[in-house]
């Protein structure tokens, strides 16, 4: 049975960092985590999964937009946020565990 390796404290908060930072100013903060933790397995791999998702919602903002000027743009807005929020509190939640969390949708554009 292969054993499991243990990830430090300090990278599970990073890659828990990634996660919030999403919420509050988008894809900045895990993209800078991405960049800077290279030499961190688990922070760059749950970094590099918050990039992806926050460049997912960046692409539902951008559409919420353009079909505001046709009026039916302001309902999704919400609902964006509120499914940012979630997923990114489910993706804290398990990086601060030290499990490896996967948003249920995202596109995979930084492998």
Same mark, same amino acid.
């Given at each position: 049975?292969?054993?499991?390796? @243990? ?9 828990? +960092? %990634? ?7 988008? /894809? &900045? #903060? ?17 970094? @590099? ?9 960046? +692409? %539902? ?7 505001? /000027? &046709? #009026? ?40």
């Amino acid at each position: 049975m292969p054993e499991e390796k @243990k990830v430090s404290s300090d990278e599970n908060n990073l890659a828990m +960092i %990634a996660h919030i930072l999403g919420i509050v100013i988008g /894809f &900045i #903060g895990p993209l800078v985590i991405y960049l800077t933790a290279k030499d961190k397995p688990f922070a760059y791999s749950q970094s @590099k999964e918050a990039l992806n998702f926050q460049i997912t919602v960046l +692409i %539902a903002w951008v559409a919420c937009a353009i079909l505001s /000027f &046709i #009026g039916i743009g302001f309902l999704p807005f919400g609902a964006v946020w509120v499914v940012n929020l979630i997923f990114c509190v489910l993706g804290a939640t398990a990086a601060s565990k030290g499990e490896a969390y996967k948003y249920p949708f995202a596109l995979r554009l930084v492998n």
